[in-house]
């Protein structure tokens, strides 16, 4: 079932997908949004190639000034994984008065424990690159050693996972690539987890569901019927209610 959200006006999204993906991973969402009335701009960035900093100040400072949104008064992110570490990173350095919500799907906002175990290995840094071996959970991460967050931004979680081996490394409930306590940040305002995987969860309807239903009121709301999952019933907080991290 979907969710009917128009947009009164012109509101732009900036879609930033995650490490070692493309912007192919983020399409389904991008025509979603798209119906829904949005001006969509769903970037591609080559995110094995550099350091977190220097990818977040060359892709969204070039984003925010795309000729497809010059008209936008508001522009949202959404974000899949490292994507919403570059927004965290590039927003505590720059202010951007056009900033409207922020949803983030699987973000490592505490770093992953994947990254902590696996890093050492030469395939996984010719895999990752340079941004990849920045997310583990040491305090001397890029995660950890941002700040709370200063804008309005919502976290979807997932806690479904089919790989087994990485989720011996994680603690607690997990997607597959980060737990999911540790896709939380202090500052953000709601935190919802639904039942789905790190790879796919940009494609879920629950997910996209969500996405639209923060985009437009500010918040996940009471989750519509089609958005429980059997297995593990949907959990919808807020950051106060949480306390972030």
């Known amino acids: 079932m979907l969710v009917a959200h128009t947009v009164a006006g012109s509101e732009g999204v900036i879609l930033l997908h995650g ?3 493309t912007a192919g991973s983020m399409t389904k969402l991008e025509a979603e949004l798209r119906a829904a009335g949005y001006v969509v701009l769903n970037v591609d960035y080559p995110s ?9 100040e060359r892709v969204i400072s070039k984003a925010i000034v795309a000729p497809e949104l010059c008209d936008c008064e508001t522009v949202h992110f959404v974000t899949h994984s490292m994507g919403g ?4 990173a590039y927003m505590e350095r720059h202010s951007f008065p056009q900033l409207g919500r922020v949803v983030m799907l699987g973000p490592p906002n ?7 175990r696996l ?3 030469s395939l996984f840094r010719r895999i990752n ?7 583990g959970t040491d305090m001397q991460s890029v995660p950890n050693r941002l700040g709370p967050v200063r804008f309005e931004l919502g976290v979807i979680a997932g806690d479904r ?3 087994w081996i990485n989720s011996l490394m994680i603690k607690g409930a997990d997607d597959g690539k980060v737990s999911v306590q540790k896709t939380k940040v202090k500052g953000m305002k709601e935190h919802l987890v639904l039942h789905v995987m790190h790879p796919t969860m940009m494609r879920d309807r629950r997910v996209i569901n969500a996405v639209l239903q923060f985009l437009k009121t500010g918040s996940f709301g009471v989750r519509p019927a089609d958005n429980h999952a059997p297995q593990t019933p949907s959990k919808a907080t807020s950051g106060s209610a949480e306390g972030g991290v």
């Open 19 to 21: 490490l070692a993906r």
């Open 85 to 88: 570490i570059l927004v965290r």
């Open 110 to 116: 505490q770093g992953s424990e994947v990254v902590d």
């Open 48 to 56: 094995r190639e550099a350091r977190i900093e220097d990818l977040s």
């Open 161 to 163: 996972s089919i790989n």
């Open 119 to 121: 890093r050492t290995w």
């Open 129 to 135: 690159g340079p941004a990849g071996q920045e997310l």
